[in-house]
C-alpha cells in the first residue's frame, strides 16, 4: 500500500467496519473528498480484487487490500459529481459489477424522526421496509428498519450472499432508525435484517414494514413492489359516504380464503381465480358484504398469528393480485372488510419477539407484555413508535387495497390489564384502576384516525367484556367503533337450540335476555368461525336430532338471526354439507337477504327499541314466541312467529291491527328442505282477542321453524266491507250473546222451579220418615217396658213364695220397689227425647198395675 494512501487511512475505524461493530459505515466507506482526491473506501470479504470504474472515460483504479479480512482502498483524482461502480472479482473468479452503497444518502428527514417518535406518520410504511427505486439514475432498493436497542443492523440477502459485513446500515436518528440503499437489489430478492445487540449476540429478523415473504416460515423478506392495476370502484368508493350504519341493511359473509383454495387439488389458485369464485358463492347467497379472516401473511394453520402485518398473503399472488380481487367485488357492489390483529402477535424467535435483542414492540415487563393463558406478546400501546407501527398497518391496507372496513380482533385482551390473570400477575394503572389506558387511547386514536382518512369505513371489534361504549362517539367517550359483535346473543341462543326440544322450556330467558341489552351497543349478531368452525356444518353438529331435526335446526337459527335487531353476519365455507342440504340452504339464506333489504322493518330501526315489539313472550313452556319488528311505516311491520318445540303447533297470534296479513317467509318451506308446513294465501285478522290485543290470526307452525308475516292495511273500499261485515259480526253477537241470555234464563227458572218441586218432596219425605220412626220407637219402647214388667213380675212372684216366712214385705212395698226399678231401667234404655212421656207412661202402667195387685 502506497504511503500516502496508509496515512489518509483510519485504522481505529477500519476495525470497526471489519469487526461489524459500528453504527454510522457512511462516514468511513465510500467516496470522501481528501484534498484534491478522493479516498473511496470498501469492505467486501468475498473479493479477490476490486477496481474503481468511473461512469465516464475509460480509467480505472486498482484498489489496493488494506487488511485481509477484505478491507479495500483507493485515492483517485476528485471530480465534481463523479460516479462509479465496483468492478469485483470474486475468490471462485466470478465477475460483477456493483454501485457503492455508501455513495447515496438516506431518505428520511428530521421531520419524519419527529412524526415517527410522536406516533404520527401514518404512512410511515413508505418510508421504513424495502422500497425499489432509482436515484441518480442508479437501481436498487432502500431499506430501513427501528432498533433502537441495536449496536448494529446489516441488511443480507441475495445481492450480498447473505453476508453482514457487506451492507451494514447507518444510524440516522438517535432513536433507532437505520436506512442504506443498496444499488442492484432487484424485485424478488430475499432479504433479512442482520441485528448485532450490544452484548454482542448476532441474529437475524424479517422485515416488520416487509410487503412480502419469500418462504413458508415467514423468516426471509421478499423485496416486492406493491404495482397498480386500472381501478375501476371510484363510483362505489364514493358511495361508501352515504352509509347510514344505524339505518342501512348490512349482511356479512364472513369467510377464509384458504377454504375455497382448498377446493382445487390440482392447482393453487390465485387471488383473480379466487375473486371470480367467490364472488358467485355471495351473490348466490344474497350477501352484500365479505369478511376476510386474515390475508396478512401468518403462521400455517392460525390465522390470527400474523407474521407480516404489511405482508399479502403470497401463497396466491402478489399486491397486485389482491388488488384485483377487491376491484372485482367493487365492481359488483360487495364491500370487502378485513380482519385485523392489533391486540397481539405470535412469540417467535424471529418475528417481532424482542426485534432488537430487548422487548421492542410488546411491553417489557411479562405481567403486561405475555398473555398468560396464550403465551402470545402484547403490543407496548404506551410506545409510540409502535402504535405508530399498527396505525400505518391499518392505513396501508385500507388505501393500498381500497378496503371498505377493518375488523378488529377480541379487544377485551388489550383493554383489561388483569385479563386472565391471577392477583400479583398484573400491574395495576397510574390510578390503580385495572383499565389499560394506554390501549384505550390507542383505539380511539386508531378509530379517529381512520374515520377521518376515510369517511365511510367501517370499524367493527368483538369484545366479551362488557367494555361500556364500543361503539359510543369518540367526543362522548366512547372507543368510536360502528360496530360490536354480539356475542352474548350468540351464546345464549346456541347454549338453548342445543338443547333437546323436550328440555328447552327450562331456558327460555336465554331467548329473551338479548332485548335486554341489544340497544346498548350498535351489535352484529354473528355467527363466527369462532363458534360453528366449519360454517353451516359446524351449526348442524350442533343441533340435537337426527338428519332432518338437525336441518330444521339450522334453518330455524339462521332465520332467527335474520329478525331479530342487528346486523347480520355468517360464517359460510363452500365445503360444508351435502349437496341437496348445500342447495336448500343457499336458497333460503338469499330469501332472507332479500327479505332483509326490501323489508325496512328488519333494518331501518336496529338502535332503539321503537323498532321492536314482544307479542309473547312468556310461553315457555310451548317454546314459542312472536314479536314486531317495525319500520318507519306503519305497513312496515311485520309479525315474527317462532316455534322451537320439537312438534307442530297452531297459535292464535295476536296482532296490532285490524288487515292482510300474509306469509313471506316460513323456514319449513319445501323449496328450503322443510315439510310443507305454511300458511299460504291472504290471513284476515279476527276479532278476537289474544295475546293482550284486539284481534289475532291464526297460524300453523312446524316444529322448529319461523314465520314472517306482513301487514297490509286495508284499502277504503275493505274497509266500509269490513264495517258492514263487522256491524253483521256484532249484531249477530249480539244476537247470540241474547239468545244465550234468554236460554240461561230459562234455564236457571226451570231449574229454580225444579228445586223447589224437590225440596218440598224432600221435606214431606223427611217429615213421613221422622213420623214413622217416632211410631217405630214408642211401639219398640212400649214392648220393651211390657217385658220388663212381666220380667219383674215374675220375679216379684218368685221371691214372695221364699220369703213368706219372715213376712217382713208387704204388698205395697213390693209394688213399690217394682216400680222403682222399672222407671230406672226405662229412664237407662230410652232416648233422651222419649225420656220424660215414657217414663210417665211407665209410671201410669205400674201404678194400674199395683191398684189391680191391691184389689186382689
Same mark, same amino acid.
Given at each position: 500500500?502506497?504511503?500516502?494512501?496508509?496515512?489518509?487511512?483510519? *485504522?481505529?475505524?477500519?476495525?470497526?467496519?471489519?469487526?461489524?461493530? =459500528?453504527?454510522?459505515?457512511?462516514?468511513?466507506?465510500?467516496?470522501?473528498?481528501?484534498?484534491?482526491?478522493?479516498?473511496?473506501?470498501?469492505?467486501?470479504?468475498?473479493?479477490?480484487?476490486?477496481?474503481?470504474?468511473?461512469?465516464?472515460?475509460?480509467?480505472?483504479?486498482?484498489?489496493?487490500?488494506?487488511?485481509?479480512?477484505?478491507?479495500?482502498?483507493?485515492?483517485?483524482?476528485?471530480?465534481?459529481?463523479?460516479?462509479?461502480?465496483?468492478?469485483?472479482?470474486?475468490?471462485?473468479?466470478?465477475?460483477?459489477?456493483?454501485?457503492?452503497?455508501?455513495?447515496?444518502?438516506?431518505?428520511?428527514?428530521?421531520?419524519?424522526?419527529?412524526?415517527?417518535?410522536?406516533?404520527?406518520?401514518?404512512?410511515?410504511?413508505?418510508?421504513?421496509?424495502?422500497?425499489?427505486?432509482?436515484?441518480?439514475?442508479?437501481?436498487?432498493?432502500?431499506?430501513?428498519?427501528?432498533?433502537?436497542?441495536?449496536?448494529?443492523?446489516?441488511? @443480507?440477502?441475495?445481492?450480498?450472499?447473505?453476508? +453482514?459485513?457487506?451492507?451494514?446500515?447507518?444510524?440516522?436518528?438517535?432513536?433507532?432508525?437505520?436506512?442504506?440503499?443498496?444499488? =442492484?437489489?432487484?424485485?424478488?430478492?430475499?432479504?433479512?435484517?442482520?441485528?448485532?445487540?450490544?452484548? +454482542?449476540?448476532?441474529?437475524?429478523?424479517?422485515?416488520?414494514?416487509?410487503?412480502?415473504?419469500?418462504?413458508?416460515?415467514?423468516?426471509?423478506?421478499?423485496?416486492?413492489?406493491?404495482?397498480?392495476?386500472?381501478?375501476?370502484?371510484?363510483?362505489?368508493?364514493?358511495?361508501?359516504?352515504?352509509?347510514?350504519?344505524?339505518?342501512?341493511?348490512?349482511?356479512?359473509?364472513?369467510?377464509?380464503?384458504?377454504?375455497?383454495?382448498?377446493?382445487?387439488?390440482?392447482?393453487?389458485?390465485?387471488?383473480?381465480?379466487?375473486?371470480?369464485?367467490?364472488?358467485?358463492?355471495?351473490?348466490?347467497?344474497?350477501?352484500?358484504?365479505?369478511?376476510?379472516?386474515?390475508?396478512?401473511?401468518?403462521?400455517?394453520?392460525?390465522?390470527?398469528?400474523?407474521?407480516?402485518?404489511?405482508?399479502?398473503?403470497?401463497?396466491? =399472488?402478489?399486491?397486485?393480485?389482491?388488488?384485483?380481487?377487491?376491484?372485482?367485488?367493487?365492481?359488483? =357492489?360487495?364491500?370487502?372488510?378485513?380482519?385485523?390483529?392489533?391486540?397481539?402477535?405470535?412469540?417467535?424467535?424471529?418475528?417481532?419477539?424482542?426485534?432488537?435483542?430487548?422487548?421492542?414492540?410488546?411491553?417489557?415487563?411479562?405481567?403486561?407484555?405475555?398473555?398468560?393463558?396464550?403465551?402470545?406478546?402484547?403490543?407496548?400501546? +404506551?410506545?409510540?413508535?409502535?402504535?405508530?407501527?399498527?396505525?400505518?398497518?391499518?392505513?396501508?391496507?385500507?388505501?393500498?387495497?381500497?378496503?371498505?372496513?377493518?375488523?378488529?380482533?377480541?379487544?377485551?385482551?388489550?383493554?383489561?390489564?388483569?385479563?386472565?390473570?391471577?392477583?400479583?400477575?398484573?400491574?395495576?394503572?397510574?390510578?390503580?384502576?385495572?383499565?389499560?389506558?394506554?390501549?384505550?387511547?390507542?383505539?380511539?386514536?386508531?378509530?379517529?384516525?381512520?374515520?377521518?382518512?376515510?369517511?365511510?369505513?367501517?370499524?367493527?371489534?368483538?369484545?366479551?367484556?362488557? *367494555?361500556?361504549?364500543?361503539?359510543?362517539?369518540?367526543?362522548?367517550? +366512547?372507543?368510536?367503533?360502528?360496530?360490536?359483535?354480539?356475542?352474548?346473543?350468540?351464546?345464549?341462543?346456541?347454549?338453548?337450540?342445543?338443547?333437546?326440544?323436550?328440555?328447552?322450556?327450562?331456558?327460555?330467558?336465554?331467548?329473551?335476555?338479548?332485548?335486554?341489552?341489544?340497544? #346498548?351497543?350498535?351489535?352484529?349478531?354473528?355467527?363466527?368461525?369462532?363458534?360453528?368452525?366449519?360454517?353451516?356444518?359446524?351449526?348442524?353438529?350442533?343441533?340435537?336430532?337426527?338428519?332432518?331435526?338437525?336441518?330444521?335446526?339450522?334453518?330455524?337459527?339462521?332465520?332467527?338471526?335474520?329478525?331479530?335487531?342487528?346486523?347480520?353476519?355468517?360464517?359460510?365455507?363452500?365445503?360444508?354439507?351435502? @349437496?341437496?342440504?348445500?342447495?336448500?340452504?343457499?336458497?333460503?339464506?338469499?330469501?332472507?337477504?332479500?327479505?332483509?333489504?326490501?323489508?325496512?322493518?328488519?333494518?331501518?330501526?336496529?338502535?332503539?327499541?321503537?323498532?321492536?315489539?314482544?307479542?309473547?313472550?312468556?310461553?315457555?313452556?310451548?317454546?314459542?314466541?312472536?314479536?314486531?319488528?317495525?319500520?318507519?311505516?306503519?305497513?312496515?311491520?311485520?309479525?315474527?312467529?317462532?316455534?322451537?318445540?320439537?312438534?307442530?303447533?297452531?297459535?292464535?297470534?295476536?296482532?296490532?291491527?285490524?288487515?292482510?296479513?300474509?306469509?313471506?317467509?316460513?323456514?319449513?318451506?319445501?323449496?328450503?328442505?322443510?315439510?310443507?308446513?305454511?300458511?299460504?294465501?291472504?290471513?284476515?285478522?279476527?276479532?278476537?282477542?289474544?295475546?293482550?290485543?284486539?284481534?289475532?290470526?291464526?297460524?300453523?307452525?312446524?316444529?322448529?321453524?319461523?314465520?314472517?308475516?306482513?301487514?297490509?292495511?286495508?284499502?277504503?273500499?275493505?274497509?266500509?266491507?269490513?264495517?258492514?261485515?263487522?256491524?253483521?259480526?256484532?249484531?249477530?253477537?249480539?244476537?247470540?250473546?241474547? #239468545?244465550?241470555?234468554?236460554?240461561?234464563?230459562?234455564?236457571?227458572?226451570?231449574?229454580?222451579?225444579?228445586?223447589?218441586?224437590?225440596?218440598?218432596?224432600?221435606?214431606?219425605?223427611?217429615?213421613?220418615?221422622?213420623?214413622?220412626?217416632?211410631?217405630?220407637?214408642?211401639?219398640?219402647?212400649?214392648?220393651?217396658?211390657?217385658?220388663?214388667?212381666?220380667?219383674?213380675?215374675?220375679?216379684?212372684?218368685?221371691?214372695?213364695?221364699? #220369703?213368706?216366712?219372715?213376712?217382713?214385705?208387704?204388698?205395697?212395698?213390693?209394688?213399690?220397689?217394682?216400680?222403682?226399678?222399672?222407671?230406672?231401667?226405662?229412664?237407662?234404655?230410652?232416648?233422651?227425647?222419649?225420656?220424660?212421656?215414657?217414663?210417665?207412661?211407665?209410671?201410669?202402667?205400674?201404678?194400674?198395675?199395683?191398684?189391680?195387685?191391691?184389689?186382689?
Amino acid at each position: 500500500m502506497n504511503n500516502k494512501l496508509y496515512k489518509l487511512m483510519n *485504522w481505529p475505524e477500519i476495525e470497526e467496519i471489519i469487526y461489524s461493530d =459500528g453504527d454510522d459505515p457512511h462516514r468511513i466507506l465510500g467516496a470522501h473528498k481528501v484534498g484534491s482526491n478522493l479516498l473511496i473506501q470498501t469492505f467486501y470479504p468475498m473479493a479477490e480484487e476490486i477496481e474503481v470504474v468511473p461512469s465516464t472515460g475509460t480509467k480505472k483504479y486498482k484498489m489496493e487490500l488494506a487488511d485481509e479480512a477484505g478491507f479495500y482502498a483507493a485515492l483517485v483524482p476528485y471530480k465534481e459529481g463523479f460516479k462509479y461502480k465496483y468492478r469485483i472479482k470474486l475468490e471462485n473468479g466470478d465477475i460483477k459489477e456493483i454501485y457503492d452503497a455508501y455513495n447515496f444518502d438516506g431518505r428520511m428527514d428530521r421531520e419524519d424522526f419527529i412524526k415517527f417518535n410522536s406516533g404520527m406518520h401514518y404512512n410511515i410504511y413508505e418510508k421504513f421496509g424495502a422500497h425499489l427505486m432509482e436515484i441518480d439514475g442508479v437501481k436498487g432498493c432502500a431499506f430501513a428498519v427501528w432498533a433502537p436497542d441495536a449496536a448494529r443492523v446489516s441488511v @443480507i440477502g441475495d445481492f450480498n450472499d447473505w453476508d +453482514g459485513r457487506v451492507n451494514q446500515m447507518r444510524r440516522v436518528d438517535h432513536d433507532g432508525v437505520f436506512e442504506i440503499f443498496i444499488p =442492484g437489489a432487484a424485485e424478488g430478492d430475499g432479504y433479512q435484517f442482520e441485528v448485532k445487540t450490544k452484548g +454482542g449476540v448476532t441474529f437475524k429478523r424479517p422485515d416488520p414494514y416487509g410487503y412480502a415473504f419469500k418462504d413458508k416460515e415467514s423468516q426471509v423478506s421478499k423485496i416486492t413492489s406493491l404495482g397498480d392495476i386500472k381501478w375501476n370502484d371510484s363510483a362505489f368508493i364514493k358511495s361508501r359516504t352515504k352509509f347510514n350504519r344505524d339505518s342501512d341493511p348490512l349482511s356479512i359473509c364472513e369467510l377464509s380464503l384458504e377454504s375455497f383454495a382448498a377446493k382445487h387439488k390440482n392447482h393453487i389458485p390465485d387471488y383473480e381465480e379466487l375473486a371470480k369464485e367467490i364472488l358467485s358463492y355471495v351473490q348466490d347467497h344474497g350477501f352484500n358484504t365479505i369478511e376476510l379472516k386474515p390475508v396478512m401473511e401468518h403462521i400455517q394453520g392460525h390465522p390470527f398469528h400474523i407474521t407480516g402485518f404489511f405482508a399479502i398473503q403470497n401463497k396466491y =399472488g402478489d399486491p397486485v393480485g389482491f388488488k384485483k380481487f377487491v376491484n372485482i367485488m367493487h365492481e359488483a =357492489g360487495i364491500r370487502v372488510i378485513m380482519d385485523f390483529v392489533t391486540t397481539f402477535f405470535p412469540k417467535l424467535q424471529c418475528g417481532l419477539n424482542s426485534f432488537d435483542g430487548q422487548a421492542l414492540y410488546e411491553y417489557p415487563d411479562p405481567r403486561m407484555g405475555v398473555h398468560p393463558r396464550t403465551g402470545d406478546l402484547i403490543f407496548d400501546f +404506551g410506545r409510540k413508535q409502535v402504535t405508530n407501527f399498527l396505525l400505518s398497518s391499518a392505513l396501508f391496507w385500507v388505501s393500498t387495497f381500497h378496503l371498505d372496513g377493518l375488523r378488529v380482533a377480541d379487544i377485551a385482551k388489550i383493554l383489561y390489564l388483569d385479563y386472565d390473570r391471577k392477583p400479583g400477575q398484573w400491574i395495576p394503572n397510574m390510578y390503580g384502576g385495572n383499565e389499560n389506558l394506554e390501549a384505550k387511547d390507542f383505539l380511539c386514536n386508531f378509530n379517529a384516525v381512520l374515520k377521518q382518512a376515510y369517511p365511510g369505513l367501517l370499524t367493527l371489534t368483538k369484545e366479551t367484556s362488557c *367494555w361500556p361504549r364500543v361503539t359510543g362517539e369518540l367526543d362522548d367517550g +366512547g372507543l368510536g367503533f360502528d360496530y360490536k359483535w354480539n356475542n352474548g346473543w350468540t351464546k345464549d341462543f346456541l347454549d338453548y337450540i342445543q338443547n333437546d326440544p323436550l328440555f328447552r322450556s327450562g331456558n327460555h330467558n336465554e331467548l329473551t335476555f338479548s332485548l335486554v341489552y341489544c340497544y #346498548t351497543e350498535r351489535f352484529v349478531l354473528a355467527f363466527t368461525h369462532e363458534e360453528i368452525g366449519k360454517g353451516l356444518e359446524g351449526l348442524y353438529d350442533l343441533m340435537p336430532g337426527d338428519t332432518a331435526q338437525k336441518m330444521a335446526g339450522v334453518r330455524l337459527a339462521i332465520s332467527y338471526l335474520m329478525t331479530h335487531p342487528g346486523k347480520k353476519m355468517i360464517y359460510m365455507d363452500p365445503n360444508e354439507l351435502s @349437496i341437496d342440504n348445500a342447495v336448500f340452504l343457499e336458497n333460503m339464506i338469499h330469501s332472507l337477504n332479500e327479505i332483509y333489504y326490501n323489508r325496512p322493518a328488519l333494518y331501518q330501526i336496529d338502535t332503539n327499541d321503537s323498532g321492536f315489539e314482544w307479542i309473547n313472550s312468556m310461553a315457555a313452556e310451548e317454546c314459542m314466541m312472536s314479536f314486531m319488528r317495525k319500520g318507519e311505516s306503519d305497513k312496515d311491520m311485520l309479525i315474527i312467529v317462532v316455534n322451537m318445540a320439537g312438534v307442530d303447533r297452531t297459535f292464535e297470534v295476536g296482532v296490532p291491527a285490524d288487515g292482510k296479513y300474509y306469509e313471506i317467509f316460513n323456514s319449513d318451506d319445501t323449496c328450503y328442505g322443510g315439510s310443507g308446513m305454511v300458511n299460504p294465501g291472504r290471513i284476515e285478522a279476527d276479532f278476537s282477542e289474544a295475546d293482550g290485543r284486539p284481534y289475532s290470526i291464526p297460524v300453523k307452525v312446524a316444529s322448529s321453524s319461523l314465520a314472517i308475516f306482513s301487514y297490509t292495511p286495508y284499502t277504503t273500499q275493505e274497509k266500509k266491507i269490513r264495517k258492514i261485515r263487522e256491524e253483521e259480526a256484532n249484531n249477530k253477537m249480539q244476537e247470540r250473546e241474547k #239468545t244465550l241470555r234468554e236460554l240461561k234464563n230459562r234455564q236457571e227458572k226451570e231449574e229454580a222451579e225444579l228445586l223447589k218441586e224437590l225440596h218440598e218432596r224432600y221435606e214431606k219425605e223427611l217429615a213421613a220418615q221422622e213420623e214413622a220412626i217416632e211410631k217405630k220407637y214408642e211401639q219398640i219402647e212400649e214392648e220393651r217396658i211390657s217385658s220388663i214388667v212381666s220380667e219383674a213380675a215374675l220375679k216379684s212372684i218368685s221371691g214372695g213364695k221364699k #220369703t213368706a216366712a219372715k213376712k217382713t214385705a208387704t204388698p205395697k212395698t213390693a209394688a213399690k220397689g217394682q216400680k222403682t226399678a222399672a222407671s230406672k231401667s226405662a229412664v237407662k234404655k230410652a232416648p233422651a227425647k222419649k225420656t220424660t212421656r215414657k217414663t210417665s207412661g211407665t209410671k201410669t202402667s205400674n201404678t194400674k198395675t199395683n191398684k189391680k195387685d191391691d184389689n186382689k
